[in-house]
């Protein structure tokens, strides 16, 4: 009973609502804002003070209103007006002359908001679709401008259209091709589609037609004529450069959303968009452009250090207030870094078409053609800079796509083992640099390459080190292979001192996971960390007496270190074992490559070299040592391998140093003391002063902590058989 008498009521009150005629209405309000210009000789009101807004947020109203009423997908006759009359196209020319002051403004947040509330399609209309082209053109192209927020609102629309259709792109980034097209015919562009159908229904009475398009035609002569855009190509500003005009905003709100719109439009779902995108839009040479004109606008020298600082500068993250006297240049330095992770971050959700031929962009305009020529320039300065700038990308870089041009650049396509006498690639003159009479330059490029090394490209360890191990032919052939460490240890016999000697001693098998006994895995694991430990000699050791400096230390710092490797390596399936030689096999001569040549040069140089050098250069061996690739094992963590002649390991190289240490020391005089002295100034527990020698002692702290860490890198690798492995093994020296 109740609903019914509602019903009723509701009737009564609809009977006597009187009936409103919103087309109208529609043109009413559109004759209102036509007549401002006729009338109004006021230039220096704000458009926010008259009643345009106004009658710009009715003309919205009614047009949503309209579409609720009609069936879906039809058109009512208010936005067939709109579309007939080139509605929009007027009011892009009113914001393009600005008048009243505010007017662009105004037209930016219609154009949003009737593109965003409308649900009909509209960009596919030639009348829609020219008048964005020519509002993108008006915005975007002065930093600063007062209606960015009105502009990065329009764009944000765009791309959330284009996302959802992103057939709508060609339409978006016609550019100066439709205008140019209506310079052929003046007449009223006709409907297409459904459009057309209706063109005949609901027409507003023809006196007001007439009055609206008198006063449209009185209208014209007083604004700014209508823009004639002269034949060719891509517009000279449209939806990408308007947001990469808007992504350098100095408001920070403003340039992220812009970056985000940027993002939404090159992760369109579409191949054939996507590849319009590439071939048809500047989109990849306007965001590179943006890079290397960042890149340009650094200081033409940075200390590596202050470089290091910025570590970790994130592109969705605002940049704290700069202090123009931490260094010059920090905050160009900063934004640079930031674009760049920005053009990562796109690569990683772009679509793949998009995404290589940014990648490729990037890798050709600012690697090869901005940081090579300064990689190989004769300025120190130059060179230092640049290659602190390239770790700091490697730092930052993530997306594959860019991962792989990075190393295309760095070390070539070529995979094969070099020669001593190959020409000077860029990755042989970085090599060269890492041995350097600077020693700030060769701790720059050590620290490159240890970036490079920690990425998840199987090439880089492949390039670097694996195709000159392959094949084994560091091992001396020709003798049969043993099967535990008990057949080849002969105690009357020194395996150190094998460099290169045919003294008997045989290459070494490796523990497998699956023995019966568990004997000679536990076995091979006990003598290989005991060779490390027991390399330096008693007197050259200090770390017995200071506290948290043992060999425990380093084994937990190495497990998580090497369960870190384990995972980025595992995707590329490296054998567990080594392959056996084959004793028929001719000897043919082996050449280590130049990174393992340059880095064993360094090593043997240990006690000469500064202490920051000598701890990048074990760092980087640290690094390589913890590849779990048994040929990488072999050769760096195996004291008894059986070397051929003219062939060196890393164990051989110790044992080099070590006597050269043992004869040196004879010509140091109180040599304990004073090794316990640097080793404590090393670690801050007593003030810092020069000492005789103090290149050597510090150089005989390295090689300790060194030997240390390459047994903890072993022991984690292979741990003996049994219980999991325990992070908190027996006193040094024991296993």
């Given at each position: ?161 284009i996302q959802q259709d992103p057939a709508l ?9 439709t205008v140019a097209r209506k310079k052929v ?498 670690m801050g527990q007593v003030p810092g002063e ?46």
């Amino acid at each position: 009973m109740l609903s019914r008498l509602g019903a009723l009521l509701q009737e009564a009150v609809g009977a006597w609502e009187p009936s409103i005629d919103l087309l109208e209405a529609f043109v009413e309000h559109w004759k209102g804002i036509t007549q401002y210009y006729i009338e109004s000789t006021d230039e220096d009101t704000p458009a926010k003070k008259t009643d345009i807004p106004w009658r710009l947020r009715q003309m919205l109203d009614i047009l949503v209103y309209e579409e609720r009423q009609q069936a879906a997908g039809e058109a009512g006759p208010c936005l067939e007006y709109l579309l007939q009359h080139k509605i929009l196209e007027t009011l892009c020319t009113l914001g393009k002359a600005e008048y009243p002051p505010g007017m662009r403004q105004q037209v930016f947040q219609f154009f949003s908001k009737v593109l965003a509330q409308v649900q009909h399609p509209l960009l596919h209309y030639l009348s829609v679709h020219r008048p964005v082209q020519k509002l993108l053109r008006l915005g975007g192209t002065v930093p600063g401008s007062l209606t960015e927020k009105e502009e990065v609102q329009f764009t944000t629309v765009l791309c959330s259209k284009i996302q959802q259709d992103p057939a709508l792109l060609t339409y978006i980034l016609e550019g100066k091709k439709t205008v140019a097209r209506k310079k052929v015919s003046r007449e009223p562009p006709a409907l297409p589609g459904e459009m057309a159908s209706l063109k005949d229904k609901d027409q507003p009475p023809s006196k007001t037609s007439d009055t609206v398009s008198c006063g449209a035609g009185v209208l014209t002569p007083q604004l700014p004529a209508d823009t004639e855009e002269p034949d060719g190509g891509i517009g000279e500003n449209n939806l990408i450069t308007s947001l990469i005009g808007l992504c350098k905003s100095k408001k920070g709100r403003v340039a992220l959303k812009a970056q985000e719109n940027l993002l939404l439009l090159v992760s369109v779902a579409s191949q054939a968009a996507a590849t319009y995108l590439v071939q048809s839009s500047p989109c990849c040479p306007a965001i590179v452009k943006h890079l290397c004109q960042l890149y340009q606008s650094m200081p033409t020298f940075l200390d590596p250090a202050d470089i290091a600082t910025l570590e970790g500068i994130s592109w969705r993250l605002p940049s704290a207030p700069f202090d123009e006297a931490s260094f010059p240049g920090k905050e160009a330095l900063a934004a640079f870094l930031g674009w760049f992770d920005y053009c990562d971050h796109l690569i990683m959700e772009a679509h793949t078409v998009v995404a290589d031929a940014l990648a490729k962009a990037v890798a050709e305009k600012l690697l090869v053609e901005t940081l090579q020529p300064q990689l190989l320039h004769v300025s120190e300065q130059s060179l230092l800079t640049a290659t602190a700038l390239l770790t700091a990308l490697l730092r930052q870089l993530r997306s594959p796509a860019l991962l792989q041009e990075a190393v295309t650049f760095l070390l070539g396509m070529e995979q094969q083992p070099a020669a001593l006498e190959d020409p000077c690639t860029l990755c042989v003159h970085l090599i060269r640099h890492c041995d350097h009479l600077s020693d700030e330059i060769s701790i720059a490029t050590l620290r490159l390459f240890e970036e490079l090394l920690q990425k998840p490209h199987e090439q880089i360890v492949r390039s670097l080190i694996l195709c000159h191990l392959e094949g084994r032919l560091y091992v001396v052939r020709g003798a049969p292979e043993p099967e535990s460490y008990e057949d080849t240890l002969d105690l009357e016999e020194d395996p150190y001192f094998t460099d290169g000697l045919d003294t008997g001693f045989q290459p070494t098998i490796k523990p497998t996971p699956a023995p019966a006994t568990n004997l000679d895995g536990k076995t091979a694991v006990t003598e290989i960390v005991n060779s490390f430990l027991c390399l330096v000699p008693e007197e050259a050791k200090t770390s017995a007496f200071l506290e948290e400096t043992g060999y425990d230390t380093y084994v937990h710092d190495a497990y998580g270190l090497f369960q870190e490797c384990s995972s980025r390596v595992a995707p590329w399936g490296w054998p567990k074992a080594l392959t056996p030689l084959d004793p028929h096999e001719p000897e043919r001569p082996f050449f280590e490559g130049h990174f393992f040549r340059m880095l064993f040069d360094r090593m043997s140089r240990i006690l000469e070299q500064p202490y920051s050098l000598n701890l990048q250069v074990t760092s980087v061996l640290s690094r390589l040592a913890l590849f779990p690739h048994p040929l990488i094992h072999e050769y760096l963590l195996d004291p008894y391998i059986n070397l051929a002649p003219g062939c060196r390991s890393l164990f051989s190289v110790l044992v080099r140093v070590i006597g050269d240490l043992m004869q040196r020391i004879q010509r140091v005089p109180q040599f304990p003391g004073k090794l316990l002295l640097v080793r404590k100034q090393l670690m801050g527990q007593v003030p810092g002063e020069q000492l005789d020698h103090q290149t050597l002692l510090q150089g005989v702290v390295v090689l300790e902590e060194f030997c240390k860490e390459l047994a903890a890198i072993a022991f984690v690798q292979f741990p003996p058989q049994g219980p999991p492995l325990c992070l908190s093994p027996p006193p040094e020296g024991h296993v």
